[in-house]
């Protein structure tokens, strides 16, 4: 039996370049359709592999559409169509990300044959390969209790990404990131259950196991390849409100083997502590246990200068949205280059999260940043899996001091 078309809804006001998109993408080998007026827009949207979105409709506009779409759980690739300006569309197409949606291209009008082209084969590439929308992972019916039997059966593991030094390429860190493998599920992302887990009273254990599991991978990794770098795990907010908090993560590096200044804890920026005194004693306590500390997704939160005067921070991750766009957005270039001189004259490491190009990585060293990771160095992988990319690199893991 042949493959069924992939299907294209076309959503703009004027039928002119409705009809023009439509075209493109049935010359592309797809059937398309099309929809002047949003009055129907959720059944029509849903069933679609790829929808072409205009931003300035009437009635419901475009970013009213996308929050539809992440409610509904959608799966289709986006492709923007805007006259508007580069600032406007870059935030919608933020919104999108921060909903879920996959947003795979973006159409400048008025738009030549070509950039039709583009867009549709960047929006049609990979659809060959499943996918699972965050809004999906979401829905996923999981329960407190569900929590509690994964955390008890040690269900929960962790992948790995790795952290390279740009001054000589030398693989000097990870970062675990958790994963749920669930019995009736499958592989779950965090998506599905770490707001379940840090909005509840078992973010505490939530944590400790994922640390635990983490610290296991840790030593596995350095049996394997020799690695003897630092290992980064984020802690959610009500952990920087247990006095017990540092004492209990000592207890695990012991157990574990694995000397304090490994373990770089990372604290969300935007975390809003709700005792600020409290906060700071915890995290100085870790600091002084020889535990680093980082600001994670730094530039994306409110309270960032004082924060990082008042808490001893000694690294700074630069968010992966600001990365990721820096290199066709010139103010977030502007931001990005910013931080990096404000981490570097407070003395502070800095890392880029999210690098997916080798240019971003060149821009990046050009501008001082100390370290990256992202999709172009290396995807979380499992300790085995880490080992084949250890391997198969030139530089060689950092030596043990």
Known sequence: MAAQAPKVLVVDDDPGIAGLLADAARAAGCSASTLNDLSA???ASLSCDVLVLDLMMPGMDGVEALRALAAAGTRARIVLASGLEQRIIDS???????????VAAVLRKPFRPAEIRAALAAALAGMAAPRTSAAGQRALPVTLADLD???????FRVAFQPQVRLADGAWIGVESLARWDHPEHGLLMPGAFVALAEGSDRALPFTYEIIARSLEGLQAIGRDTGFAGCLSVNVPPPALTDHSFPDRVLKLLADSGVPGDRLVVEITETSIPSDPALCLDIETRLRMRGIRLSIDDFGTGHSSLERLHDAPFDEMKIDMVLVRNAERDPGLRKIVES????????????????VETPETLRWL????CDVAQGFYLGRPMDPAALGTWAQGRGPRPVAAA
Do not use: C, K, N
């Open 339 to 354: 931080a990096v001189a404000l981490g570097r004259s407070l003395s502070m490491t800095t890392v880029a999260e999210g």
């Open 365 to 368: 060293a050009a501008i001082g």
């Open 92 to 102: 919608a197409r933020r919104v999108a990300a921060m909903q879920g949606l996959e």
């Open 149 to 155: 039997r994964a955390i008890e059966r040690h269900e």
């Open 41 to 43: 827009f959720d059944a």
